[in-house]
T-cell receptor, first 114, second 113 residues
Framework: AQKITQTQPGMFVQEKEAVTLDCTYDTSDPSYGLFWYKQPSSGEMIFLIYQGSYDQQNATEGRYSLNFQKARKSANLVISASQLGDSAMYFCAMREPGFQKLVFGTGTRLLVSP | DAGITQSPRYKITETGRQVTLMCHQTWSHSYMFWYRQDLGHGLRLIYYSAAADITDKGEVPDGYVVSRSKTENFPLTLESATRSQTSVYFC????????????FGPGTRLTVL
């Protein structure tokens, strides 16, 4: 069975600093996709970034980058130059091959302080 | 561009009652999903649908029923609500294979008393 583990229940960072949110995954399938979603206090789920298992380069989207280490089965989210608006829950998720459904981790709550 | 909508946004019901949560998307996406979000569990898949009239169970399907007679609608019914079904329910959709982003609705907060 596929599994996503986020070991950091909460993280604190000062504005303008970088922060890394950890995510490890477990799968025996060679083909999979990894996602990060942001959930602000308003509750909606916002897609941030995607990494395919066969992608050679780490995914980047603006201030977000995904540090993909396949051998370690880790897909950490790096947020550069944190902003107050980055305070939210962050979920790592994995897509099963051949399907579109996602398996989510338990999330990390990020607080950005001025 | 309405996207994906859920109704109601908030619902309070009593144990044993039937409740239906609605989900509607305007993109004609093939795949639709229902997740529930509970503290300490993240989001867990209840049911999903690959197309109209095709549905399948997810991780936590017990106590729920779905149907999909039209591509754009994917209602979730709690046949006899229990307190353990108090949760936030998210509907999501995606175009299908080779498309990476799942689009989520705003969520329905359901309380079962």
């Amino acid at each position: 069975a596929q599994k996503i583990t986020q070991t950091q229940p909460g993280m604190f960072v000062q504005e303008k600093e970088a922060v890394t949110l950890d995510c490890t995954y477990d799968t025996s399938d060679p083909s999979y996709g990894l996602f990060w979603y942001k959930q602000p206090s308003s509750g909606e789920m916002i897609f941030l970034i995607y990494q395919g298992s066969y992608d050679q380069q780490n995914a980047t989207e603006g201030r977000y980058s995904l540090n993909f280490q396949k051998a370690r089965k880790s897909a950490n989210l790096v947020i550069s130059a944190s902003q107050l608006g980055d305070s939210a829950m962050y979920f790592c998720a994995m897509r099963e091959p051949g399907f579109q459904k996602l398996v989510f981790g338990t999330g990390t709550r990020l607080l950005v302080s001025p | 561009d309405a996207g994906i909508t859920q109704s109601p946004r908030y619902k309070i019901t009593e144990t044993g009652r039937q409740v239906t949560l609605m989900c509607h998307q305007t993109w004609s996406h093939s795949y639709m999903f229902w997740y529930r979000q509970d503290l300490g569990h993240g989001l867990r898949l209840i049911y999903y649908s690959a197309a109209a009239d095709i549905t399948d169970k997810g991780e936590v399907p017990d106590g729920y029923v779905v149907s999909r007679s039209k591509t754009e609608n994917f209602p979730l019914t709690l046949e006899s609500a229990t307190r353990s079904q108090t949760s936030v329910y998210f509907c999501a959709s995606t175009r299908g294979a080779d498309y990476n982003e799942q689009f989520f609705g705003p969520g329905t907060r359901l309380t079962v008393l």
